[in-house]
């Protein structure tokens, strides 16, 4: 489904960047970031958000061709080479960034003091 997710964010980004020069480019690769940022963190690892970019760069892949009738929905102009490449930059920085691991904490309500850091050990003289 990310990948799907990605297609249409694609599209989108594709379609709209060239809308109101700088912002529309701006606006198409903050959307990106953040539906990328929000895979990696809702996925355990970097798959949802590896599928995502997929689909966005896929698309725009696609797009920044020439169709059969020489028309380019992705023109190689600032705009263009913004979303091109700009797309495929924030990729890379939300794919490497490393996670975030958060320390374990107690409840509040908890009535322990302090916890073991190892089970404790059985003494091999009792029976």
């Given at each position: 489904m990310a990948i799907?997710?990605?297609?249409?964010?694609?599209l989108m980004g594709s379609f709209t960047h060239q809308s109101v020069q700088p912002w529309g480019a701006a606006?198409?690769?903050?959307?990106?970031?953040?539906?990328?940022?929000?895979?990696?963190?809702?996925?355990?690892?970097?798959?949802?958000?590896?599928a995502g970019a997929i689909g966005i760069a896929g698309v725009s892949a696609i797009l920044a061709a020439p169709g059969a009738d020489g028309s380019i929905v992705i023109p190689a102009n600032a705009a263009g080479y913004s979303w091109s490449l700009g797309l495929v930059l924030v990729a890379l920085i939300v794919l490497a960034w490393p996670r975030v691991q958060r320390?374990?904490?107690?409840?509040?309500?908890?009535?322990?003091?302090?916890a073991p850091d190892r089970p404790e050990e059985k003494d091999p003289t009792a029976p």
């Open positions: 799907l997710g990605g297609v249409v964010i694609g606006i198409a690769l903050s959307t990106v970031a953040l539906y990328l940022s929000g895979l990696r963190a809702w996925g355990d690892d970097r798959g949802p958000a590896g320390p374990h904490r107690r409840p509040t309500s908890s009535i322990e003091t302090t």
